[in-house]
């Protein structure tokens, strides 16, 4: 029983971090209807800037290296970064294909995911890079002694990270002049034009925010894993847990995260030695697509009525 | 002056029903044919048959197959290369297991194998559309791949997992010589790519495109929705799978699951927008414009630029030159290679009066 609970957090865990990745493709697709496959390669980007950053400062600017001024000011020029690509993304690609079918929108953003790719690699190089965020991988003393559980630290912390910025980001939706912005554009884009609300800010503000996201994504996950080519993979992950808790809401993604995270290990763990093992890499898909059968618009997405 | 349909009247239905209507069009193709039948395989290198011309010929049949699912039924598949899997390894067994089949017939149900798998993973497209079919033909190209992985009966039980292609054997011919390889592939395409320039023209094809273009109005008028779609993805399977087979035949010989990974699914569907998403010619451009482009990176960039880019440069600027290229075909001509070169025919049908 103990290792069933074990195997359980351990997948709840990971399955935040998807849900980390799947917040960004949320955020984007809810204000401009945009479904963003290039948010793994966002991720990526973000976080080989940051370590990218991290490596070169001492050097400019005579900052100790591996100290806190190091790390806020990578922080920081990590986030401008992502900013800009936000706003360069707006400008270059969406802009000019207002009005097309989301279709080539989506095919769009597969182009940007190679555009984005190659340039993080041609600026940074395509080595793999450690990233120490100054927290120990050891299990939960606390954890241990009481139920026999294996936890890492870490794991709670990335769990206790993506809380706080699920929170801010509501807190930031529900109470600020440009939340509710942001919030009238995802409800209608004619409407919110039309009452004088600047379309183009709002939608370089979101991919903004979306950054922001694949930032903190990208560390967590780089910290864990390193910083590497795979973490483009992230969106791939992302996918089921979008299907899942639906494309439009915020809990759907963080809900669809911890039980595709939960699913898929306890599969690996329960099911995979039967058939080979490696199931790991398909069955979050199958029951993504199972579950769409029986109802096409995901756990917290919004009915879609056909009208001719 | 030369491309002018004026003075050709066509007197039966036979002749106005004809595939090209234009006499010319009908000579172009034929003069075309012609060339890459016979002066093509005189002039060109080996280097160019074997590494060029013929992966040219078989991605354009995979880019074709695509081009029915998404350019003329409107359901986005981004899991080609499993379709393909499914046909290199459907072929492998047949003439691995059953004495005496034909290699022809072998890549055709390879073909059929990959079309009922393409039905089996088409089957959501009657519930969901748009991104969510993406995911769940993603989830086909993830589950494919594992399955010939895991199932080891597939590759014969080899400790690698990678299957070594027969010999081609027609008639008691074997194609060895990669000129064979690359005539053996020529006149299959050339037959597929006219049956499907026939078929998107005929009933099916129209309720395709009813079908892309708006479902719940094609619906409406009285066409059957779950036929038509299940229909686009059995073809389309169909010719992925025969261009899997082919590939694993007439190019490269030994192939392993893993091969038919993601990146060639994105490749594939690369090649259909940059050369003309709904069109059958824009397939054969895409394609040899996907293949040709690396090829021409690796080797003209370091020789513009000289020794001040290494070689890890070259495959990035790839990556950012294939991204960017995608997304200005997108914004400036979404129709592709193949609508410049429509206008170019349009063009030339009024030179050199252009009013």
Partial sequence: ?308 | MLYREAGQFKTSYEADQQIFPIAQDRIGILLLIGVFALVVPMIASEYWLKAIITPVLIFSLAALGLNILTGYAGQLSLGSAAFMAVGAFGAYNFILRIDGMPFILALILGGVCAALVGILFGLPSLRIKGFYLAVATLAAQFFIVWVLVKVEWFSNYSSSGVITAQDIVILGYTFASPESKYLLTLAIVVVMALLAKNMVRSTTGRMWMAVRDMDVAAEVIGIRLMRTKLLAFAVSSFYCGVAGALYAYAYIGTVEPEGFNLDLSFKILFMIIIGGVGSIMGSFLGAAFIVLLPIFLDNFVPVVLGDLVSASFVSNLQLIVFGGLIIFFLIVEPHGLARLWQIGKEKLRLWPFPH
């Fill in chain 1, 1 to 308: 029983m103990t290792f069933f609970f074990e195997v359980l957090i351990g997948g709840l865990l990971s399955g935040v971090l998807y849900a980390l990745v799947a917040l960004g493709f949320v955020l984007i697709f809810k204000a401009s209807g945009v479904f963003n496959f290039a948010q793994g390669a966002m991720v990526f980007f973000a976080a080989l800037t940051f370590v990218g950053f991290l490596e070169v400062l001492p050097g400019w600017t005579g900052l100790e290296a591996g100290g806190q001024a190091v790390f806020w000011l990578a922080f920081l020029l990590a986030l401008a970064s992502m900013i800009v690509l936000g706003i360069c993304t707006e400008k270059f690609v969406l802009r000019p294909l207002v009005n097309q079918p989301p279709i080539t929108l989506f095919m769009a953003t597969i182009g940007l995911t190679f555009l984005v790719e190659g340039i993080a690699q041609g600026i940074w190089g395509a080595s793999v890079r450690g990233l120490d965020l100054g927290i120990e991988d050891v299990p939960v003393e606390w954890l241990l002694d009481k139920f026999n559980i294996l936890v890492s630290t870490f794991d709670v912390f990335a769990a206790v990270a993506a809380g706080v910025l699920v929170t801010v980001l509501a807190l930031f939706f529900q109470y600020t002049r440009i939340g509710r912005a942001l919030r009238a554009v995802a409800d209608d884009h004619q409407a919110a034009l039309s009452i004088g609300i600047p379309l183009k800010h709002i939608w370089a503000i979101v991919w903004g925010v979306a950054g922001f996201v694949a930032l903190v994504a990208g560390m967590i996950w780089g910290a864990r894993n390193g910083v590497q080519f795979a973490l483009t993979y992230t969106a791939l992950k992302a996918l089921p847990v979008l299907i899942l808790g639906g494309f439009t809401s915020v809990p759907g993604a963080i809900v669809g995260g911890l039980i595709i995270g939960a699913s898929e290990k306890l599969a690996e763990v329960y099911v995979g030695p039967f058939v080979g093992g490696g199931i790991e890499s398909w069955f979050p898909y199958m029951l993504a697509l199972g579950f769409l059968l029986v109802r096409p618009e995901g756990l917290f997405g919004e009915k879609h009525i056909d009208r001719v």
